[in-house]
C-alpha cells in the first residue's frame, strides 16, 4: 500500500485502497454518486448529463458491484437531484473533461454539488487519485482503513486516535510505503512498517523498483498497536 498527498490540490494518490474500503470509512456514508466513467448501468441516468448516478438509498446494492472489472471508474459525490439540472454547459463540460482526462480543468469541486470527493480510478485499488474538498476527510479515512484491513483478516483493533492519524497524514504528503507483509505481530500487539520512499506517480515504477526504493527510504516508522491504542514511532 502507498500514499502520496499533494497538499496543494488536497489530493491522495494511492495503490492498495479499493472503492469499498473507502466508502466504509466514513460512519456517516456519501450522499449520491455521479458516474464520470464505469461500466454501470442502473436504474439512474440524467438525459441533461448523459449520465448514470446512484441515488442514495440505492447505494448499498451498489457497493456490491466489482467495479475493479470497468477499468476506469470516476465519480463524484453530489448533494441533492435539483442540483444535477442547475449545471451550466461550462460545468458540464468540466465534469465531462474530469472523467474523460482524470484531472479537472479548473478545480474539482462544484458549489451546485456540494461534492465533498472526486475519485478518479483505473483498475480500482491499483490506481486511485482522490481530491477531498476538506483534507479531515482524509484524516478520517486513515482513522478507519488501517483497523479494516485487520479486521479482513479476522483480528479485531481499534479506530486509530486523531494524533495517529494525523501524524499518517504528514508522512503521506513525503510519500509513504505501508508494508503490511512485514508486520511483526505478537498475541497482544501489531507493528506496520512504514517507509518515507517520495513521491511515485508512476505505480508499475514503484512495483519494479520496490526493493531499491525501500534502500534509499528517507526514513522508517512504525504504526504500532499495543494496550488498544497506536501510536507512530521512528525507527530512523
Known amino acids: 500500500m502507498y500514499m502520496i498527498f499533494n497538499e496543494a490540490d488536497q489530493s491522495?494518490?494511492?495503490t492498495g485502497v479499493n472503492f469499498n474500503e473507502f466508502v466504509s470509512s466514513f460512519p456517516a456514508g456519501l450522499s449520491n454518486i455521479l458516474l464520470l466513467a464505469s461500466g454501470y448501468?442502473?436504474?439512474?441516468?440524467?438525459?441533461?448529463?448523459?449520465?448514470?448516478?446512484?441515488r442514495k438509498e440505492r447505494l448499498e446494492e451498489f457497493y456490491r458491484e466489482d467495479v475493479y472489472k470497468y477499468g476506469d471508474f470516476c465519480w463524484i459525490?453530489?448533494?441533492?437531484?435539483?442540483?444535477?439540472?442547475?449545471?451550466?454547459?461550462?460545468?458540464?463540460?468540466?465534469?465531462?473533461?474530469?472523467?474523460?482526462?482524470?484531472?479537472?480543468?479548473n478545480t474539482p469541486f462544484f458549489d451546485k454539488l456540494s461534492n465533498r470527493f472526486v475519485y478518479?480510478?483505473?483498475d480500482d485499488g491499483w490506481y486511485n487519485k482522490i481530491y477531498y474538498r476538506d483534507i479531515q476527510d482524509y484524516t478520517i479515512?486513515?482513522?478507519?482503513?488501517?483497523p479494516a484491513k485487520w479486521h479482513a483478516r479476522k483480528r479485531k483493533v481499534k479506530?486509530?486516535?486523531?494524533?495517529?492519524a494525523e501524524q499518517l497524514t504528514s508522512l503521506a504528503s513525503k510519500g509513504v510505503l505501508v508494508e503490511w507483509n512485514r508486520t511483526i505481530k505478537t498475541r497482544n500487539s501489531l507493528e506496520i512498517p512504514l517507509n518515507i520512499i517520495g513521491e511515485i506517480l508512476n505505480l508499475?515504477?514503484?512495483?519494479?523498483?520496490?526493493?531499491?526504493?525501500?534502500?534509499?527510504?528517507?526514513a522508517e516508522y512504525r504504526l504500532v498497536y499495543k494496550d488498544k491504542h497506536w501510536t507512530v514511532n521512528s525507527v530512523k
Open 159 to 164: 479506530t486509530l486516535g486523531l494524533d495517529a
Open 204 to 218: 508499475d515504477d514503484l512495483y519494479n523498483n520496490l526493493e531499491k526504493l525501500k534502500a534509499k527510504a528517507e
Open 141 to 146: 479515512m486513515l482513522q478507519h482503513i488501517f
Open 12 to 14: 491522495v494518490i494511492s
Open 41 to 54: 448501468t442502473g436504474q439512474d441516468f440524467h438525459s441533461g448529463l448523459r449520465m448514470d448516478f446512484v
Open 120 to 122: 478518479l480510478a483505473h
Open 77 to 105: 459525490d453530489f448533494g441533492s437531484m435539483p442540483a444535477l439540472d442547475q449545471l451550466e454547459p461550462q460545468e458540464k463540460a468540466e465534469l465531462l473533461y474530469l472523467g474523460h482526462y482524470h484531472q479537472p480543468l
